[in-house]
Structure formats: C-alpha cells, structure tokens
C-alpha cells in the first residue's frame, strides 16, 4: 500500500528541547517537502530535497534542520531555536521538483509546546 | 513578492447547489495552478491541475477556470453534497521548485 507515513500524529515539546518529526514513502519519489500550517493560514514551505544528500532551505526555515540520508526519509528537527513550533506539521513528496507535479500529503504531525 | 487569496470566511451553501471558490494571485501569471481539498486533521490531497494555456478543466463534479489576464482562478462544485464539506486550497507554482498555498476557503454544505 503505496504512500507517505508522518509519525508521531501528536508531539509535545518541552522549553529548550530539540524534537524530530518523521517522514516516510514508499512512493519512489525524488522530492520530499516539509510545510507548516497555523490557524487560517496557508502552508508555508520550510525545506525541501530534490534529491538524496541535497536540500533547500524554504520561506521559513530558521530554528528547523533536515536531513535527507535516503530517498524514501525527511525527518525534519525542530530545534530550541524555533521559538514558536505550535503547528500542524505536513510531509508531501513528488516524483521531482517539476512544476506540473502534483504533491502527495501525508497525515501531519501537531506539535504543541508544554 | 508573490501572493495567495482566497476568501478567508467559510462559505455554506445548500445540497444540490454549485460552490464557486475563488483564488486570486498577484504578479505574474504561475505556469500551472493546482487544487487541493483538506479535511480537518489531515494532510491536503490533489484535486486538479490547470495549465495557464488551459481555460477551463473538468474532472465529475468539479471545475477549474484559469484567466491569467484577471490573474484570477475559480472552483466549482457542481450538485454539492454534504461529503463536500470541507477546506479548498489553491496552490501555485513560480517556478521556485515548490508550490505556494493559499489559506485555503472552507466550504459547508449543508443537507
């Protein structure tokens, strides 16, 4: 059953903490992606990978990091840094970076902050 | 720099009735434009892609109209059903390897 995997579907975080949000496909895509969605407001991009070992910094992608060591994994971390995290966490993958590709979601992750 | 609306009030409507969101973009005209429909919780899923050289594309019950001269896209949802409801996004492409998402409108149907 073909398809991208977010894990875990809630996350908490404590003050000064790093957490990391996991993103899985099976889908043999090159491109993975990483938005954030607040409340009323559309999904903005953080970061990207085109392909594996290589990744693109997004509109907002201060207090987050990537890693992209295989093609079918895009964790994302959200450091310390980032000093307002609550949001809906979304993972999406295309076969590339083409402008006519469709993007494939997956479930999201809501981070909150304890 | 490039910019996304679409109406940010909810739009509610009768069963049977056609839906018409609407998507507005500044600056120049993306190559494609793409919907998306959300539902609480849960991760967008692709609906429909329409080319700026396309004005309109039809896929059952639903219909994208593409005007680059208004820089203005419109979603139909013909004979709307409460299975409709939910959140429509448009997203665009400027050629930056990543689409930009509007806020997204929500629609309700109700029985």
């Known amino acids: 059953d073909g398809g991208i995997t977010q894990s875990p579907k809630y996350l908490f975080r404590k003050e000064g903490q790093n957490v990391t949000l996991s993103c899985e496909q099976n889908?043999?895509?090159?491109?993975m992606y990483w938005y954030r969605q607040d409340p009323g407001q559309g999904l903005r991009l953080i970061y990207y990978s085109q392909i594996v070992n290589d990744f693109q910094k997004g509109d907002i992608a201060e207090g987050y990091s990537v890693s992209r060591e295989k093609k079918e994994s895009f964790p994302l971390t959200v450091t310390s840094a980032q000093k307002n995290p609550t949001a809906f966490y979304l993972c999406?993958?295309?076969?590339?970076?083409?402008?006519?590709?469709?993007?494939?979601f997956g479930s999201g992750t809501q981070l909150s902050v304890l | 720099s490039q910019k996304i609306e679409q109406n940010s009030e909810a739009l509610n409507i009768q069963e049977g009735k056609t839906a018409t969101l609407t998507c507005n973009y500044t600056?120049?005209?993306?190559?494609?434009l793409q919907w998306y429909r959300q539902d609480p919780g849960r991760g967008p899923v692709f609906l429909l892609l329409?080319?700026?050289?396309?004005k309109e594309k039809r896929k059952e019950r639903l219909k994208v109209t593409f005007d680059t001269t208004l820089k203005q896209s419109l979603f139909h949802i013909t004979a709307s059903q409460p299975a409709d409801s939910a959140t429509y996004l448009c997203a665009l492409d400027w050629g930056r390897r990543a689409l930009t998402f509007g806020s997204g409108t929500r629609l309700q149907v109700q029985p």
């Open positions: 329409i080319r700026e050289n396309e």
């Open positions: 889908l043999n895509h090159d491109a």
């Open positions: 600056n120049y005209s993306p190559a494609y």
């Open positions: 999406a993958s295309s076969p590339s970076t083409g402008p006519n590709e469709k993007l494939f």
